[in-house]
């Protein structure tokens, strides 16, 4: 759960404190032992079986935090995909607590996919799924209920669900693209690049803003693959 909470792609990219992150394991750890039943496992009698139990267990966490991840890139694919259309992609957006630069459109998607991860209650699917994941994989066996097709599967469905998201934005800018690519060629003399520029950044905003009530479904549908890839993995 630690590896988890830590690696997490919903917390306000990495503006939660580590205190509280491991507060929260802490908590959720102790909760756990007494609400449900764990099975018992022998403790190793050698430093090295120990060492071998923490690895497989730090790997499970690495592959549900990696479930996770894939949701949310989605948003980050589709952002990448609007810039590219509406003529930010000159642009992006550095994001201090990270060291690393996102999209414009893919940080407001990422964001606007937080709020409705805690609107919808996925947080409660969250927990729920750390409970299946500690029935299906009792401690120390992290590694062999591991589905390695299922994990590299998984890296289709990150492109796929990011291309569903913004396909009719994408697909009227392609259009409004033609256009203006055959207005170039018959007057190649007016620089179009530049003059069209904030016509496609307004045009993409408006459509985007026109279509974001409609991605309500499609954005619970890609949160909702985490977990069904945590059942398909495990299993």
């Known amino acids: 759960m630690g590896v988890l909470m830590f690696a997490t792609p919903i ?8 205190q509280v992150k491991l507060y929260l394991v802490l ?19 050698s430093a090295f079986g120990v060492g071998l139990m923490f690895v497989k267990e730090v790997t499970l966490g690495l592959v549900m935090a990696f479930g996770m991840y894939t949701a949310f890139a989605a948003f980050m694919v589709a952002g990448r995909l609007l810039d590219f259309q509406s003529g930010f992609g000159a642009a992006n957006l550095f994001n201090p607590t990270t060291n690393d630069q996102n999209p414009l459109l893919g940080t407001l998607l ?49 492109f796929t669900n990011g291309v569903i998201l913004v396909a009719p934005v994408v697909g009227l800018m392609l259009f409004v693209d033609a256009g203006i690519a055959v207005m170039s060629r018959t007057m190649p003399q007016m620089n179009v690049y530049f003059l069209f520029l904030p016509l496609k950044v307004g045009l993409g ?10 991605m309500f479904p499609l954005i619970e549908r890609t949160i909702d693959t985490s977990f069904r890839f945590w059942q398909q993995a495990l299993t």
């Open 11 to 18: 917390d306000a990219f990495g503006r939660v404190p580590s």
């Open 27 to 45: 908590a959720l750890a102790f909760l756990l032992v007494y609400a449900i039943q764990i099975p018992l496992v022998e403790a190793p009698a």
């Open 110 to 158: 990422s964001l606007f996919a937080t709020l409705i991860f805690f609107l919808s209650d996925f947080h409660h699917l969250l927990v729920k799924g750390i409970v299946y994941s500690i029935s299906m994989s009792p401690l120390g066996e992290g590694l062999s209920t591991l589905s390695v097709s299922e994990i590299v599967s998984q890296f289709g469905v990150t």
């Open 205 to 214: 905003l408006v459509l985007l803003a026109v279509t974001l009530p409609y």
